[in-house]
């Protein structure tokens, strides 16, 4: 079932010079305002002068000779939680940014950070991806407006950091957490737990284009079943796990409304609004195809609504669908589930967490290794960026491959430290999710593979010869 993977224009590994350049001026700025924050913004309002009289030019060049990644970089500080900079520091700040021909809305969202809490939220965000991904999904977002795919993208870390606490509270507690809360009485928890178990939600295989299947069974929500804010923990739970089914070059998801059964009793405005928020302005660009599965009559006004509040981008990935036949353009028959007329025999079951299962995250010790490994590549990968802003030709090409290679070590690096940082999820138990390696939805083709593999170093032992292991087919992407 090999399927090949078509990289669209603008996404890492196919742009134009234009888009190019555009993501060279990307960085090119992030470094210009990582210079302005560190003159104007560290915590305790002591700006230095000799960095207020720097040019931008100059300060370019002296952040290659830097510790840390652009915006990752480390302050002298350490501050122990986000915190306003001093006014008079902020209005420096903002004639800076005039001067550099910075927007000022990025005065307004950094005023309540300091340089580490800045650098905390973006490695937060990247996590196993590569750092051009993320920047080239704000610039697609904004269809390639500098300024604004800027503000875009710190204002959605921002929202990250100090709103819904992803990298601080959702990612290190799970569905692990919630449940020792609901046992000691949590309501926030407990309905959590209830959304976990009934299968509201979940991720699961892939459609024709590799892209891993969201599913929202909307007959199983109820308004008054649980509290509007473990809806929105729930939705930035999923959208944070489901993230880590992209396998490059794939970089976005298929997201299935299954509307079978629906009445207007399941009828709720408020998570609606949040979904389109979260992948209109905090997770933008991640969505490939919106499907509406087998939506009633009653369902026509309600849409009318809804897509009154969706951007005309995200609106025209909207796909309508009614039984096997409309799947099939989407989904293979063999991969749609047998809940949905397909040939797949899988049905949603909840494993419930493991005592011990995240016994890593108290080695402190071990993460805090992996951590400075990472921060080390980070900085090779900021001085590479640095050269490659500049450069042109040949230099340029063997810049971006250093590029490329030091992202992909960011990658596995991302994985080693991922059961430090991160609470065991369903995806891991049922062996979904498999520390970075390529995630295989299906256990008879993960079966299949693990055969080939065995067969293959039989083979290399009696040929005494190194063997080519075939890639993964889509099925397994």
Known sequence: MATAFHVPTGHVGNLTSEQEEKLRDFWRTVYKLNDVFDAHGPPNG?????????????SSQQSTQKSGWGLFRRSTAEPASPQATPKTDLNATAQELDRLGLPRELH?????????????????AVKHEHPDSLALRFLRARKWDLDKALVMMFTAMDWRYREAKVDQDVIPNGDGGALEAAEK???????????????????????REGRPICYVRVRLHR????????????????IETARLTLNPPCETANLMFDMTGFTLANMDYVPV???????????????GVILIHNAPWVFKGIWKIIQGWMDPVIRAKVNFTYGRVDLEKFIAPEQI?????????????YSEPVPGENDLMKDTETKDRITKERKELASQFEVATQKWIKAEGKEAEEL????NRLAAELRANYWKLDPYVRA????????????????????????????????????????????????PSAAAA
Not at 223 to 238: F, G, H, N, V
Request: with cysteine; proline share 5%.
């Open 273 to 287: 609004k949040f979904i389109i928020k979260c992948f209109e302005a905090n997770y933008p660009e991640s969505l």
């Open 424 to 471: 065991r999820s369903v995806l891991d138990r049922q062996g979904v999710l498999q520390g970075g390696k390529p995630v295989v939805w299906y256990p008879d083709v993960r079966e299949e593979t693990a055969v080939e593999e065995v067969d293959t170093k039989e083979k290399a032992t009696v040929n005494a010869a190194p063997a080519t292991v075939a890639a």
């Open 108 to 124: 307004d969202v950094l005023s309540h950070h300091t340089p580490d809490t800045i650098r905390s939220m973006v490695i937060g």
């Open 46 to 58: 002591s700006a230095n002068p000799a960095q207020l009289q720097r040019t931008a030019t100059a």
């Open 223 to 238: 308004a008054s079943d649980q509290c509007p804010e473990s809806i929105d923990r729930y939705c930035t739970y999923l």
């Open 185 to 207: 009485g949590d309501t926030l928890s407990r309905d959590f737990m209830k959304q976990c178990r009934m299968g509201k939600s979940f991720a699961h295989g892939t459609d």
């Open 337 to 349: 589930i047998k809940e949905l007329g397909g040939d797949e025999d899988w049905e949603y079951t």
């Open 400 to 403: 971006k491959e250093e590029r």
